[in-house]
Nanobody
Framework: HVQLVESGGGSVQAGGSLILSCASSGAIDSRQCMGWFRQAPGKERERVATIYTRVGSPDYADSVKGRFTISQDNAKNTVYLQMNSLKPEDTAMYFC?????????????????WGQGTQVTVS
């Protein structure tokens, strides 16, 4: 069982930046996918970015490419989401997710482990 704890959300003006952190209770560097998803009120949970932690290969939703960066710190068992050039449409609850699998799913149902979420509001 993996426990995930997100931090770093908050309120920011459009064009600003935030960095989210996801601390994992277990080691992240072996055959594990970790991802960031977001869910706005009245909308479905959507993928933002995922990373296959064994090799550090990222994958991004088209809506955030060039603005967001997912990264990992194996020593800290933490995955980060650097968010730049934020837009009001980025406003959502952001969730960290993990799965022990060799290919990172692009849908939320592929991830059995979830954090509690952190709110990001862009105005």
């Amino acid at each position: 069982h993996v426990q995930l704890v997100e931090s770093g959300g908050g309120s920011v003006q459009a064009g600003g930046s935030l960095i989210l952190s996801c601390a994992s209770s277990g080691a992240i560097d072996s055959r594990q996918c970790m991802g960031w998803f977001r869910q706005a009120p009245g909308k479905e949970r959507e993928r933002v970015a995922t990373i296959y932690t064994r090799v550090g290969s990222p994958d991004y939703a088209d809506s955030v490419k060039g603005r967001f960066t997912i990264s990992q710190d194996n020593a800290k068992n933490t995955v980060y989401l650097q968010m730049n050039s934020l837009k009001p449409e980025d406003t959502a609850m952001y969730f960290c997710a993990a799965a022990y699998i060799n290919s990172c799913p692009r849908t939320s149902d592929g991830y059995p482990f979830w954090g509690q979420g952190t709110q990001v509001t862009v105005s």
